[in-house]
């Protein structure tokens, strides 16, 4: 993002074409915290911050909540989650937790469907499709990204007052509010275990964390909170890094 002035009801505006913020050794949950907040402010995996602090496949945590910030979390293992083309099954849900004592010797009477289970809550893939992108408002893109160390993690689409923020594919809400830094009112949006996309600078947020939503529909209002002209910065992160959204949504005039 763009280095901006602040505004009267939120934080100080730091310059978001600065290098990162330095990622500490741990950090302590305050309320209206989300992981993924946590996560995407400190470009690490949300994934990778779950198991390194041994967080469920709800991604539940709460204020005072200690969470390590080391390597783990920001390497998260590999595994099955290779494309996010992969066709939706029937069964969305990221998987069940509570089996992981149990002993691993086969019983005579299992099937061999009990097996399946047996993989890491954690790396089930919450199977959202995501066969096309479309753009996330109207208007001429004034600000683009950067993958330098100064860099600029999305970009800057410039437009009025309430013009409406659409997401760009389907997913689930996780983070709405104005807790995060330079940002002003911004939405995150879980498409998949790899692909997050955050809207910023808003003026109205019109969903809630927590709220499944379809792609085209409108999310929030353009605004200028946080920053110092009326826009929208739009980011992808895949895995918890930021890329360039310009290569994911479709070639406009």
Known sequence: M??????????????LHSPPERVPGSYVVRSGDTLYSIAFRYGLDFRGLAAANGIGSDYRIVPGQRLNLNDRARAPERTAVSAPVRRP??????GKTGASNS????????????????RKPTQVVETTA?????????????????????????IDIAGKQEQPVKAVANGVVVYAGSGLVGYGKLLIVKHNERYLS????????????????????????????????????????????????????????
């Open 89 to 94: 099954s029937k069964t969305p849900t990221a």
């Open 103 to 118: 002993p691993s010797k086969p019983t005579a009477a299992s099937p061999p469907v009990a097996r399946v289970p047996a």
């Open 130 to 154: 995501l066969t096309a992108w479309q753009w996330p408002t109207a208007g001429k893109v004034i600000r683009g990204f950067s993958g330098s160390e100064y860099a600029h993690k999305g």
């Open 2 to 15: 763009s280095a901006c002035t602040g505004a009267p009801n939120y934080a100080p505006v730091s310059d």
């Open 198 to 253: 955050a809207y910023a600078h808003n003026n109205r947020l019109l969903v809630k964390e927590g709220e499944s939503i379809r792609q085209g529909q409108v999310i929030a209002r353009m605004g200028d909170t946080g920053t110092d002209r009326t826009k929208l910065h739009f980011e992808i992160r895949k895995d918890g890094k930021p890329i360039n959204p310009v290569s994911l949504l479709p070639k406009r005039n």
